[in-house]
């Protein structure tokens, strides 16, 4: 890409935590009018964040989960990642796999959330499409969630860590979301409730039409199966203190963000006001119990090879997986510009 058609360019970047709809999002962003989505790429997902090498991925981090507790996933302009260079090289990547013929180019990625303000900074003129789902929905999702192609499966986690990461990943970008020029924010809920309505906003939001978005892959049931577990662990599950406790623990903290873990649910509320003098330490040590159950999960649902991954050092893993992320890129970049 020549320097001087950056000006002809918009980039709409959809963020949201994994689990949250942000891959079905994408695809119909793309499909708006004059919108280019990142296509036929050498990896297993269309995601910029694997094709390129200027900042690390979020699975280095811990992956679905995970990534947002570790500070270095928080990006911002202040990085010392955005120097002329780098920004061209990650200009450079994308554009390869964006349609020429099309000037409104969208990139998903969910580690996103926690790049705005860099991405901004690196690309001016930027638009950011922002989703946000039920905890209850993300969070279980993300414990049975697993990747082919990652550097390694998603590691089972306690459901109290991934509320946790949850509110951290939220309440980090409502901090930078202060910042930014060009946002769209809405719900899953929403987004289920009404798509057509979204899209439309979505539309005049980045400057385009949406006469080429269907309704298609959009439904409510995938979070009623949540919801309907999650009621199960509260009421019937041999460990419903541990989800009894961890519900009033973090009931507060999500209200916030116009959810709950008990409204709504058919959930008898005085079932979990009559446990409501859990002592801190003995909630304390109902989580520890939840993380030591998924620690011994991860090596019964584990093959002998990712067990072998888990035992090594996090930072043998990460150079294997650069060696061989460098070597997909420059196939990638041949094959584009091979005639």
Known sequence: MQK?????????FVCGLHRSGTTVLGRNVARLENCTALENTP??????QLLQDVYRIDTEFGGAGRFGFHPRAHLTETSDLLTPEN????RTSWHLYWDKSKTICVEKTPGNLLMTRFLQAGFP?????????????????TQGMKL?????????????????????CHELFEEDKKHLKHLYEFTYEDYIDNPAKCHQEIAAFIGTGDSEVGNAEITGSYNKKYFDRWSKLLTRSFFKRYYQYIARKYEPRFVKYGYSLTKGLGIDEE??????????????????????????RRFETFDLKLQIKALLPGFILVRIWRVRHRALLSKGKANVVSP
């Open 43 to 48: 990896r297993f997902i269309d995601e910029g």
């Open 148 to 168: 082919p192609g990652i550097m390694w499966n998603v590691k089972i986690t306690s459901l109290h860590r991934l509320f946790e990461h949850w509110l951290r």
């Open 125 to 141: 003129n930027s638009y950011f499409v922002v989703i946000r789902r039920h905890p209850i929905a993300v969070s279980m999702a």
């Open 87 to 90: 920004v061209a090289r990650l």
């Open 4 to 12: 001087d058609d950056n000006g002809r360019y918009k980039y709409v």
């Open 271 to 296: 079932v979990l006001r009559g446990h409501g003098k859990t002592s801190a330490a003995l909630g304390a040590l109902y989580c520890l119990g939840a993380d030591a159950c998924a620690i011994l």
